[in-house]
């Protein structure tokens, strides 16, 4: 059986913007991150279930809400209150700045990869958090002309990549966000194909560590009594002029035209009067 659908990887390449786990028999209760250093790391993929039919995890999260970024449960078919504000507030029509506001609300995708990193072998699988733009230069990779008849990530036929990461430039310096160097991510596909381990044990017992990535994920979302204060919590902070506590978030107009009597914070308070 291949280890993702190609339709499925293509159909995502053409689509818009839009810890407790689960694992298979024999995986261990614990689920390791992996972040990449600058530098070069060769890495294996490893096959992961989703729904959709791709090989990497979508999992989409509100980071304005709150200190700390909440998954988005819509994006599993679960109750979201806060994704029912979102429509409501962008397809208004009695709040001209249904927009404006509901700009907050709207959820930013990340995706999961399941990798080897063939320096850490003793780690057993690790999860790789990418962007968007990370997983299309992989897609793109999986679904050009020269690689539609190999499946990449097989474990028994498929390849290792290269994995390399260096800092981004600006003016002669690394640029920075909260104090470390972004990272530019390259990644490119060995010439020869390999099989994930010459140890046919040592393969399958990686295999079955790999995480139910959806499952886990799903366990990590709020529910829906959960949103709906974590909601109320956010406009309350927004129409008092406190700070959301999200960094580079910038609600200084907001602010502004409360303490000036400006009627924005009204409208904030209207807008989300059902809560």
Known sequence: MASYNLDSIKAALTKGDKTSSSTKSGATNKTVYWKPTIGEHDIRFLPVQT??????????YYDKLAERRIIAPYCFGMPDPIKEQFDELRN?????????IAKHLRAKERFYAVVIVRSEEDKGPQV???????????????????????????PEVGYDFTCSVTPVIEGGKPRLYNGSPVKQINLQARKKPSPLSKDKAQAKKWLDAVPNLEDMFKRQSKNAEELVEVLE??????????PSGESGTDHTEIRTGRA??????????DAFADL
């Not at 729904?51 to 990497?56: K, L, R």
């Not at 208004?92 to 404006?100: A, E, I, L, Q, V």
């Not at 919590?233 to 406190?242: D, E, M, P």
């Open 51 to 60: 729904t959709s039919g791709e090989p990497f995890q979508e999992v989409l």
């Open 92 to 100: 208004s029509k009695k709040h001209p700045d249904g927009w404006t």
């Open 128 to 154: 790789w958090e990418i962007s968007k733009d990370t997983r299309d230069a992989i897609y793109g990779i999986l679904s050009h002309k020269d690689n539609v008849d190999e499946d990449m990530f097989s």
């Open 233 to 242: 919590n956010f406009v309350a902070k927004l129409t008092s002029g406190s």
């Open 260 to 269: 000036a009597n400006n009627p924005a914070a009204d409208k904030l308070d």
